[in-house]
Antibody, heavy 122, light 106 residues
Framework: QVQLQESGPGLVKPSETLSLTCTVSGGSVSSNTYYWTWIRQPPGKGLECIGY???????NYNPSLKSRVAISVDTSKNQFSLNLSSVTAADTAVYYC??????????????WGIGTTVTVSS | SYELTQPPSVSVSPGQTASITCSGDKLGDKYACWYQQKPGQSPVLVIYQDTKRPSGIPERFSGSNSGNTATLTISGTHAMDEADYYCQAWDSSSVVFGGGTKLTVL
C-alpha cells in the first residue's frame, strides 16, 4: 500500500524559500503510470494545485505560481520536492503531496499525504 | 483558465438524498472526479471517471457528468457524510478544482 509523507519546516520567513519533501513508501516515483503533485489549502479555503512532475522529470506548474515554483524528483531516495520562493503570508497553508493516476484520459489523485502546515511569518 | 463552480453549501436530512453540482464549460466532454474532506483530514477520492467508485467507498456515493454539469449524489445520507466535497477535472494539462461544497447533515 502506497503511502506519502510530507516533511519540512513549519515556519518560513517572508521573502524566503519554502522547501518541502514528499517521501513515497510502498511504491516507486519512477513508475510511468503516475504523476506526483503538490496541492495546498490556505486556512478555511479550498484546494489549489501547485504543480506536478512525471517520473521522467517533466513538470507543469500553476500559472499563478509558475515564476516562484520548482518541483523535482529524486528517484534514488524515492522522493519528490517542492521549492516555493519569495513567500508571503498568502502562502500560509496546509501543503499536501499526492499521487496522480492517469487512467483513460482521466487524471485524479488516488493517494494523499497527511499534509503539513506551513506558516509564513517573521 | 478553466473554472469549476460549486455551490458553497448543501443541506440534507439523514436518510435523504444529497446532490452536489459542479459546473464548467463543456465539462461533460472531460472526466470529473470528486473528493471528500473531513475537518483536519486529507481529501479522499470518492468518485473518478465521472461514475466510478474506488474500493472501499460505499455504494451510496454515485456520480454523473453531462453537458456542463457533473453531479455527486449521496443516497441515504449518513451523519458521517458531513464534509467538504471538491470536484476536479483535467484541462490543458492542468489540474482544476472546484471551490468546494460544505455538506451539512441535519
Amino acid at each position: 500500500q502506497v503511502q506519502l509523507q510530507e516533511s519540512g519546516p513549519g515556519l518560513v520567513k517572508p521573502s524566503e524559500t519554502l522547501s518541502l519533501t514528499c517521501t513515497v513508501s510502498g511504491g516507486s516515483v519512477s513508475s510511468n503510470t503516475y504523476y506526483w503533485t503538490w496541492i495546498r489549502q490556505p486556512p478555511g479555503k479550498g484546494l489549489e494545485c501547485i504543480g506536478y512532475i512525471s517520473y521522467s522529470g517533466s513538470t507543469n506548474y500553476n500559472p499563478s505560481l509558475k515564476s516562484r515554483v520548482a518541483i523535482s524528483v529524486d528517484t534514488s531516495k524515492n522522493q519528490f520536492s517542492l521549492n516555493l520562493s519569495s513567500v508571503t503570508a498568502a502562502d500560509t497553508a496546509v501543503y499536501y503531496c499526492a499521487r496522480v493516476l492517469s487512467n483513460y484520459g482521466d487524471y485524479y489523485m488516488d493517494v494523499w499525504g497527511i499534509g503539513t502546515t506551513v506558516t509564513v511569518s517573521s | 483558465s478553466y473554472e469549476l463552480t460549486q455551490p458553497p453549501s448543501v443541506s440534507v436530512s439523514p436518510g435523504q438524498t444529497a446532490s452536489i453540482t459542479c459546473s464548467g464549460d463543456k465539462l461533460g466532454d472531460k472526466y470529473a472526479c470528486w473528493y471528500q474532506q473531513k475537518p483536519g483530514q486529507s481529501p479522499v477520492l470518492v468518485i473518478y471517471q465521472d461514475t466510478k467508485r474506488p474500493s472501499g467507498i460505499p455504494e451510496r456515493f454515485s456520480g454523473s457528468n453531462s453537458g456542463n454539469t457533473a453531479t455527486l449524489t449521496i443516497s441515504g445520507t449518513h451523519a458521517m457524510d458531513e464534509a467538504d466535497y471538491y470536484c476536479q477535472a483535467w484541462d490543458s494539462s492542468s489540474v482544476v478544482f472546484g471551490g468546494g461544497t460544505k455538506l451539512t447533515v441535519l
